[in-house]
C-alpha cells in the first residue's frame, strides 16, 4: 500500500452539508494516483471491480455497504453477475470531497485484509 492510500484508509470521513468548495483539481490528481483503477470523470470518481462469480459480488457490495454505513458516505454501486461498478461523488458540494478518496482507499483496502 502506498503512503497517500495508507494516510486515506486511516481517516475518517467528516460530515459535508454543503458551504465548502469541492477539492482543487490539483489534489485530485495527487490522491487518484495513489488509488489504483479508479477514474475521474467530471465530479466523480469510478471504479469497476470484477469478481469469480456472482456470490463474490455481492459479498463486495455488502462490504461496501458495510463501509459506507460506518463512514456515513454513501455511493452509487451498479451490480452485474461478476462485477460492480462504484461511484463516489459528494452530492452536498456538487464535487469530490476527501470523503470520496477515504472510503474509495477503504474499499481497495478489504482486498488486504
Request: glycine share 6%.
Amino acid at each position: 500500500m502506498n503512503k497517500i492510500t495508507e494516510n486515506l484508509v486511516r481517516q475518517k470521513c467528516k460530515p459535508c452539508e454543503g458551504g465548502v468548495d469541492p477539492i482543487p483539481e490539483t489534489q485530485v490528481t495527487l490522491m487518484l494516483n495513489g488509488l489504483e483503477g479508479w477514474t475521474h470523470v467530471d465530479a466523480q470518481i469510478t471504479k469497476t471491480y470484477k469478481f469469480k462469480d456472482h456470490h463474490q459480488t455481492l459479498a463486495f457490495v455488502n462490504a461496501v455497504a458495510w463501509v459506507s454505513h460506518r463512514e456515513d458516505h454513501h455511493p452509487d454501486v451498479a451490480i452485474g453477475y461478476n462485477t460492480a461498478t462504484v461511484t463516489y461523488t459528494t452530492h452536498a458540494i456538487s464535487g469530490l470531497s476527501e470523503n470520496d478518496f477515504i472510503c474509495a482507499a477503504k474499499l481497495d483496502h478489504l482486498f488486504d485484509l
